[in-house]
């Protein structure tokens, strides 16, 4: 269920826009914050929010990169592999990091820590390569920065 | 070293910080709107923005003035001025690095183009990844709007203007304008073709113009000193302003660097970025982000403007220069730019859907040694036909492979002659 | 008038067609998968390319995107847009899964055809399939996701063309997928059509699912007779047996489709159960002895009693020749009837608006989509006549405005102004809206101030092309007078107004034409009780399921002398008949139906008839038996039947017949062969208003304060008669209720939920409440539900004192 909170805050935004699907996204991405991904029932709560049918707004969620209908970790990681973090040796750094979580790109980890998803480039070529982490940038990346990365994250789960 | 080139911009760029609104001012900031706002005409901002020549830096350059002006007077209102901020083509980060340095100018800037036009509402479309920059705009509107420069009744005037930031879900198409209205309306991004155009029917059928972050941040400049200075800040004659360059790839220096439009490809590389790598040898380029074709060696001294590279049919784009040396594979690299086209088509027209990932299986065997010779006329073909999609997305998608068969088309063969990538060997 | 030409043909089309259109004109069918003349032209599969040498356009474009232009020279042969096409299909081909041999769309698959004729015979991508999971739509319409093309036509039809918002796309690129957000029944009632507007076999017939191709079936052009629209379909038979409905095209009628009552209703001209041989009491008997049995019956009841002892009523579901056999019949022998209609209201409800349909106002089923504004009158669409709610539907979306004034809880897929008012104050809005535009008429008596007539007064007025919509089923020849009043005074203010009624049947208007207002099934009943009738034939005429009070109708059966039935459907009153007479369902016999805007059709016998593998086996293969006449072939035409009875030889019955449709009616062409498919002048129709004999109905007006109106009526599925023997259709839908305003159910001290017992003297109806806030209060809402056995109320809308309903304990 959604926090009357939660709830209430997003009726008054919807209230005060002009059409209340111009706000879809925004929607969505609050409740993915809340239920950790776009969930059915996050779906569903988010159609009657927004008067929308969840048909029409599944429309929505299964166009965007950004947006999860299936479970994510608690870090999602998406490494971009378009062209210059690809030519700066991106491809090694995304093959040492399935090694090091044990996963292949597209899974979560086993603690439910971790997922692991490509992405188009990310508009950070000039400090290749790069990748996201819950959608903070971190690049120019060396095999140890990207353990550093990782470890430090580790940690503050432990 | 850039510095020799007179600045606009970027000039007062700083390297950890924006650019406060109060700086902004001291700098002659939001003058131009004021100038506007008590003094000039509508019309005058539009013929200015004609006469400066100024070309739409989103990667399509159609003429900025030409585009206001298709406004018609007796259009219904409200009307709308869409920021387009999603900057997702490949090797571009201008508009990340200008939003982290110059919000205010981008807000005059919007302001300026919508005021032009009667426009209410602003709107700033920006992709996921540029969340800090997302916040950075939210924090500087409400600045702007305490201190007048933004809302109702700007300066006394009786000008209202709002701008509001929308957060895509992210998709490379967003970036497309008739896709981004539909986005804007939480409808499928897909491109709607034209007519009605976006200036007579847009966001919510009203007249809508849409813009870059860097195009609608030249207008103040403009404004304020006029439409000579502004073509005169180019090198080239038919060029207009300065251009921001992202440099990435095999050069010592990459970055975003402020130049004249017209400035020598060889000057950029090795004055603004210190030159190739290791000492490596340029073996290519692209120009202007992934759907730009490539430049060669025998173009290294070509003049980076849009018209000089229309000329050896190629594309200025965005800017995004993306440099290769002799280590990196051809192939390879393209195959890596379709595997995006691929992933990022929409899915709505079939040339597009079908076609990339067929080009990248078609590359993926090349690459891989299971390349055929009849693949090369196959690529030849497909490609010409994928220029009959329903929207830009496909053509410049097929750029860099249609170069490549004209370029390195002996690259290809040596990797389907020899079963696999010579690179790797 | 553009002036293009198109493969060195030219050729003059109006402004706006497309390239692809007047390309049709010239019988050269251009490739197309997105475009669909129903849904417009999107530019998505980009098949339909042909190249422009000369003109305002030049090279290779989409003909579905381009307006014809004068000077404009087309080819659809150019080199690279031949060479284009036949990519666009190897394109559409990489991931279809090639399982034709299995697919029932085989053989009549677009794709199938262009990849043919596109010249993509070799597969040569050498990567692999993209593959999907299907989901389960429900028992009518099957998916199969890995066979689509992603045209979009599915999506944009659901969502655009018929309003609903269960079905779309989803996901990007070449991973799109056109479904539903999680599996589920489809919630349009026009889902069916996903079957027929798919180019591919992602949607296909579920209930026929296997069961043939196309060129196994015998098909021909027949009609929805589920509903008073008369929507054309094409039936598809095989063993004996229907198996399938298409829509069949027809621009005056139901345009491309037709809704899921027509395409899934047609199960009862198979079923098991259905009467197949002649019985008397119960006992079977050769069709020929039984039916002289019944003559013999009639003569002898004729010399003792007279003519008017034997009555005659019929069935308007029947087709044209069987009323105009069964009209002429009485009319030769004086015999009572013809009766058609069940009850007196009913009778000068369908003939007030008969009467009342004047040609100039008379409007169709497809021009209702160009309407900007309609008025609906006592009328539920999406559940009286399921397509006119497509129409308005198209209404809308054109930019036009629709105003129902309806008590029931009326739902419409778009957005509609809704009146819910008490059936007794409908008549005072339409009479205060004539007043409001200059109408005159008697002077309105005052009506709630909830409802603005002057705003829609004045909409209706200044409309370019207003159209009033008239239901038959709930109101009363009053509101239906004014209804037609309404639409006249629309018209003195010079401009094209419309008038449409929906009447309960699909032969209904025939029928109306036929009957005069006094008789009615009910009036006969009235005279089998006081002894006057002493024979009753009932023709098609299901009197057991269709008479609104079922024990009276026993009692007064058990009266008669001798009872003769025909029809084609199972009775329980077939067993007990004293003769029984199989007949034949329209797919059988074909024939002619009126529809309600008094268009005559024709519908062409599909098969020979006979026991079909439904009853035999296993759907597998049709029964060994060798025999020179078919196993279960004794049913024959009603006409033929009655026929039959009236005369002593019938050699020339098809003679009889032709004198049976030229006396029918002035109005009604006695070839209908050459009539067929025309609106008959409704000049000819006497504009005499129905007088002789009129049974005054009892007013609402002097009702008691504390009592409620009940309304018996038409659900989308389940309540009409023949559509509701459909098992595909019996899993769609809604289990029966009776639907009351939340402020009526508390004020009656009844509860959602629970069940009320209604009773109505001394038999009770027990059904489930449930709340519906659309509904005007004072009024409670029961389907004629098959799993209902509603027939104790003697009328299908009667007062109810609060006396008679008592909340029961769940
Ligand atoms: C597939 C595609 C993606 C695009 N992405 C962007 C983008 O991310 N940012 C942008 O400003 N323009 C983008 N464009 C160009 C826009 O369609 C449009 O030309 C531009 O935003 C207009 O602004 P301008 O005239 O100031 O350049 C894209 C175009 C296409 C076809
Ligand atoms: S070209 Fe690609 S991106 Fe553009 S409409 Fe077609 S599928 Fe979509
Ligand atoms: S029919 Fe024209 S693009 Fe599909």
């Not at chain 1, 269920?1 to 939660?6: A, R």
């Not at chain 2, 002659?28 to 070309?55: C, F, H, N």
């Amino acid at each position: 269920m959604l926090p009357e909170k939660l709830k209430s805050e997003l009726t008054a935004q919807i209230g005060r826009v002009a059409h209340p699907r111009e706000m879809a996204i925004d929607v969505i991405n609050a409740l993915q914050d809340h239920f950790g991904y776009f969930s059915d029932e996050a779906l569903t709560q988010a159609a009657d929010l927004l008067g929308m049918s969840p048909l029409e707004l599944d429309e929505l969620a299964t166009f965007y990169t950004f947006i999860y209908r299936e479970p994510v970790g608690k870090h999602v990681i998406h490494v971009c592999d378009s062209l210059i973090c690809w030519m700066e040796n991106g491809e090694n750094l995304v093959a040492h990091l399935c090694g090091q979580l044990g996963i292949r790109m597209g899974e979560t980890t086993a603690d439910g820590l971790f997922t692991l998803l490509p992405v188009c480039c990310i508009g950070y070529c000039d400090r290749a390569p790069a990748i996201l982490i819950d959608r903070k940038v971190h690049g120019p990346l060396t095999i140890e920065s990207l353990d550093r990365l990782i470890d430090t994250l580790r940690e503050n789960h432990s | 070293m850039t510095a020799t080139y007179p600045q606009v911009l970027l000039k007062h760029r700083k390297p950890d910080r924006i650019t406060t609104l109060a700086e902004y001012r001291e700098a002659g900031g939001y003058e131009a709107l004021r100038q506007v706002l008590t003094e000039m005409d509508r019309q005058e901002v539009k013929t200015r923005l004609s006469d400066a020549l100024l070309l739409g830096r989103g990667g399509a350059g159609f003429p900025a003035g030409i585009k206001v002006q298709t406004v018609a007077e007796d259009a219904p209102f409200p009307r709308y001025m869409v920021c387009n901020a999603d900057e997702m083509e490949p090797g571009t980060f201008k508009d990340r690095v200008f939003l982290h340095a110059e919000p205010h100018m981008l807000i005059e800037g919007m302001t300026l183009a919508a005021y032009s036009i009667k426009a209410s509402h602003g709107i700033i479309f920006i992709r996921p990844e540029y969340e800090s920059a997302a916040r950075i705009l939210e924090r500087e509107i409400d600045i702007a709007r305490r201190e007048g420069w933004l809302g109702e009744r700007i300066l006394d005037s009786d000008y209202d203007f709002e701008i509001v930031v929308h957060r895509s879900g992210g998709r490379y198409i967003c970036g497309e304008v008739t896709a981004q209205i539909n986005a804007l309306q939480g409808i499928r991004p897909n491109p709607k073709q034209p007519p009605p155009y976006a200036t007579d029917k847009g966001l919510w059928g009203k007249p809508t113009l849409v813009n870059n972050v860097e195009t609608l941040a030249c207008i103040p400049h403009i404004v304020r000193n006029g439409a000579q200075w502004f073509k005169d800040l180019a090198l080239s004659p038919e060029a207009a302003g300065t251009k921001l360059f992202c440099i990435s790839g095999k050069v010592n220096k990459p970055g975003c660097y402020e130049l004249p439009l017209g400035i020598k490809l060889s000057e950029i590389i090795e004055t603004c970025c210190g030159g190739m790598k290791d000492g490596a040898t340029f073996k290519a380029c692209l120009p202007g982000g992934a759907s730009t074709g490539y430049l060669t060696p025998d173009h290294y001294h070509i003049a980076m403007d849009f018209e000089s590279l229309k000329k050896v049919g190629n594309r200025l784009g965005t800017g995004a220069v993306m440099v290769f040396d002799h280590h990196n594979c051809m192939v390879a690299a393209t195959l890596n730019l379709t595997e995006f086209f691929a992933r990022e088509s929409c899915g709505w027209c079939t040339p597009c859907r079908e076609g990339f990932p067929y080009l990248r299986d078609l590359l993926w065997r090349i690459e891989n040694g299971q390349g055929g010779a009849d693949f090369i006329p196959m690529m030849k073909t497909m490609c010409r036909h994928l220029w009959k999609s329903y929207c830009a997305f496909a053509p410049g998608g097929v750029a860099s492979i249609e170069s490549l068969l004209v370029y390195f088309e002996d690259e290809v063969m040596a990797h389907i002659e020899g079963k696999g990538c010579p690179f790797k060997k | 008038m553009p002036k293009l030409i198109i493969d060195n043909r030219e050729i003059d089309v109006p402004a706006g067609t497309k390239v692809i259109e007047a390309a049709e004109r010239l019988g050269i069918m251009i490739p197309r998968f997105c475009y669909h003349p129903a849904l417009g032209s999107v530019g998505a599969c980009r098949v339909c390319a042909v190249a422009f040498t000369e003109g305002p356009v030049k090279g290779v474009q989409m003909s579905c995107m381009i307006d014809a232009q004068d000077g404009m020279v087309v080819s659809t042969t150019d080199a690279e847009a031949v060479d284009f096409r036949r990519h666009v299909i190897e394109w559409l081909m990489l991931h279809h899964p090639h399982d034709c041999p299995v697919c029932d769309e085989g053989g009549h698959c677009l794709l199938q055809d262009l990849t043919v004729a596109g010249g993509h015979g070799l597969r040569r991508y050498r990567g692999l399939k993209r593959t999907h999971n299907n989901q389960d739509l429900g028992p009518l319409v099957q998916h199969e996701m890995n066979r689509c093309i992603q045209c979009y036509r599915c999506s944009r039809y659901y969502q655009e063309f018929t309003g609903y918002r269960d079905l779309g796309v989803m996901g990007i690129g070449s991973r799109v997928y056109f479904g539903r957000s999680a599996p589920g029944v489809l919630e349009s009632p026009f889902a069916g059509n996903l079957i027929d507007i798919c180019p591919t076999g992602v949607y296909t017939d579920r209930p026929s699912r296997y069961v043939g191709r196309r060129w196994d079936y015998q098909r021909q052009p027949s009609l929805c007779i589920h509903c008073s629209l008369g929507c054309n379909l094409t039936a598809s038979a095989r063993y004996r047996q229907v198996m399938r409905h298409e829509a069949r095209f027809n621009g005056k009628v139901n345009g491309h489709f037709i809704c899921d009552r027509g395409r899934y209703g047609y199960a009862y001209a198979s079923a098991v159960n259905r009467p197949r041989q002649a019985m008397a009491a119960g006992t079977i008997g050769a069709t020929a002895d039984i039916l002289a049995g019944a003559r013999e019956a009639i003569e002898q009841t004729v010399e003792r009693y007279g003519p008017v002892s034997v009555a005659v009523v019929a069935s308007p579901r029947s087709s044209l020749e069987t009323l105009a056999v069964a009209k002429q019949a009485c009319g030769r022998h004086g015999w009572t009837g013809l009766a058609v209609a069940g009850t007196a209201r009913q009778a000068l409800n369908q003939k007030t608006a008969v009467d009342r349909l004047r040609p100039e106002l008379a409007v169709s089923l497809a021009a209702d989509t160009k309407a900007h504004d309609v008025l609906v009158i006592g009328a539920d669409p999406l559940n009286e006549a399921p397509m006119l709610a497509l129409s308005l539907r198209q209404v809308q979306r054109h930019g036009g405005h629709v105003t129902v004034i309806d008590p029931r809880g009326v739902r419409l897929p778009f957005d509609f102004d809704h009146w819910a008012v008490h059936p007794s104050s409908v008549g005072a809005i339409v009479q205060a809206l004539i007043q409001e535009i200059g109408g005159g008429g008697a002077s309105a008596p005052a009506i709630s101030t909830a409802f603005d007539v002057r705003t829609l007064a004045r909409r209706l007025n200044a409309s370019p092309r207003p159209v009033v919509i008239c239901g038959t089923d709930i109101l009363t020849p009053r509101e239906i007078d004014l209804a037609a009043d309404l639409a006249q005074a629309l018209c003195r203010t010079h401009k094209v107004a419309g008038l449409f009624f929906t009447l309960n049947s699909a032969n209904t208007f025939a029928a109306a034409l036929t009957h005069d207002a006094s008789v009615s099934t009910e009036a006969v009943v009235d005279r089998i009780e006081d002894g006057s009738v002493r024979l009753l034939v009932a023709v098609e005429q299901d009197l057991w399921r269709d008479f609104p009070d079922r024990k009276r109708l026993q009692a007064a059966l058990k009266r008669l002398d001798h009872l003769v039935l025909l029809d084609f459907v199972d009775s329980p009153l077939n067993h007990t008949a004293d003769h029984f007479i199989p007949t034949q369902p329209l797919y059988e016999s074909g024939g002619h139906w009126i529809n309600q805007e008094g268009r005559l059709q024709a519908s062409s016998a599909v098969m020979a008839g006979g026991e079909p593998i439904e009853v035999t086996g296993t759907l597998d293969h049709p029964p060994r038996v060798f025999d020179t006449r078919i196993p279960g072939s004794e049913p024959i035409a009603a006409w033929q039947a009655v026929a039959a009875l009236s005369e002593e030889s019938v050699e020339n019955q098809m003679q009889l017949l032709k004198t049976a449709l030229v006396d029918f009616h002035p109005a009604v062409n006695p070839a209908p062969a050459e009539a067929a498919g025309q609106r008959i002048d409704l000049h000819a129709i006497s504009p005499a208003r129905v007088e002789s004999g009129v049974p005054t109905l009892p007013a609402d007006e002097d009702a008691p304060a504390d009592a409620i109106i009940l309304l018996l009526v038409d659900w989308t599925f389940g309540t009409e008669t023949l559509s509701a023997m459909a098992p595909a259709l019996n899993k769609v839908e809604e289990a029966p209720a009776a639907r009351l305003h939340p402020d009526t159910i508390s004020r009656l001290g009844l509860e959602e939920g629970r069940p009320v017992t209604v009773t109505m003297n001394a038999n009770r109806l027990k059904v489930p409440v449930q709340a519906d806030a659309r509904m005007a209060p004072g009024v409670m809402v029961i389907p004629r539900h098959h799993l209902l056995e509603w027939q104790i109320f003697g009328e299908t809308r009667v007062i109810l004192e609060r006396s008679q309903l008592k909340a029961e304990s769940a």
